[in-house]
């Protein structure tokens, strides 16, 4: 089992910045990819990026590419996500997953939000305009 905790979240003006951390339980994160995802209200969840189990492969949503950046430290078992240039479009709950399937390649297979086995409770994140 994996508990998986984020935290960072907040109100922050259209332009600006935030960094979510989310903080896995268990020995065995450093085996396991990892994802952001999204729900803002009235609409469905969506992927927003991932890392690989060794931190070498990123993916990242169209509509966020070039201003998240997910990273992680298996020392600290932990999966960041920097969050630059905020849109108000960006305001929604963001959760964070665990996915422990042994192989999983390309974009497809880490947006797979189906295929993620733990999750956490989410942390908002609010951007005015």
């Known amino acids: 089992q994996v508990q998986l905790v984020e935290s960072g979240g907040g109100l922050v003006q259209a332009g600006g910045s935030l960094r979510l951390s989310c903080a896995a339980s268990?020995?065995?994160?450093?085996?396991?990819?990892m994802g952001w995802f999204r729900q803002a209200p009235g609409k469905e969840r969506e992927f927003v990026a991932a890392i690989s189990w060794s931190g070498g492969s990123t993916y990242y949503a169209d509509s966020v590419k070039g201003r998240f950046t997910i990273s992680r430290d298996n020392a600290k078992n932990t999966v960041y996500l920097q969050m630059n240039s905020l849109k108000p479009e960006d305001t929604a709950v963001y959760y964070c997953?665990?996915?422990?399937?042994?192989?999983?390649?390309?974009?497809?297979?880490?947006?797979?939000?189906?295929?993620?086995?733990?999750w956490g409770q989410g942390t908002q994140v609010t951007v005015s305009s």
């Open positions: 268990g020995r065995t994160f450093s085996s396991y990819a």
């Open positions: 997953a665990a996915d422990r399937r042994d192989y999983c390649s390309g974009y497809g297979c880490y947006a797979d939000m189906g295929a993620y086995d733990y």
